[in-house]
């Protein structure tokens, strides 16, 4: 069984960057898609980014389109989001979520993955 640890959350001010790392314990983890999600107070949990187990196809939430990239290094067993062009509305608890099947509820959904990190907080101040 994957565990996930994120980290690299943290302050930064509107357009600035944070690279966020979500390490997995595990040798299998190749095997595993990987999503970030995220959630501000009162919130429900948003989709962020998605990446399938080779790297090759990747997908995003609107609202970080052409600001954010998910990427995977499966040697290192890890997996990252560059998150660029940061603005207030990005600040939320940061998720890193994993599965090795695929459920049909679409990479975007919570329930399609099995694996959560505990999160990490990334505030944008204005």
């Known amino acids: 069984q994957v565990q996930l640890v994120e980290s690299g959350g943290g302050l930064v001010q509107a357009g600035g960057s944070l690279r966020l790392s979500c390490a997995a314990s595990g040798r299998t983890f190749s095997g595993y898609f990987m999503g970030w999600f995220r959630q501000a107070p009162g919130k429900e949990r948003e989709f962020v980014a998605a990446?399938?187990?080779?790297?090759?196809?990747?997908y995003y939430g609107d609202s970080v389109k052409g600001r954010f990239t998910i990427s995977r290094d499966n040697a290192k067993a890890a997996c990252y989001l560059q998150m660029n062009s940061l603005k207030p509305e990005d600040t939320a608890v940061y998720y890193c979520?994993?599965?090795?099947?695929?459920?049909?509820?679409?990479?975007?959904?919570?329930?399609?993955?099995?694996?959560w990190g505990q999160g990490t907080q990334v505030t944008v101040s204005s």
């Open positions: 979520a994993a599965d090795r099947v695929y459920n049909g509820y679409g990479y975007t959904s919570t329930n399609e993955y099995a694996l």
């Open positions: 990446i399938t187990t080779s790297g090759i196809n990747t």
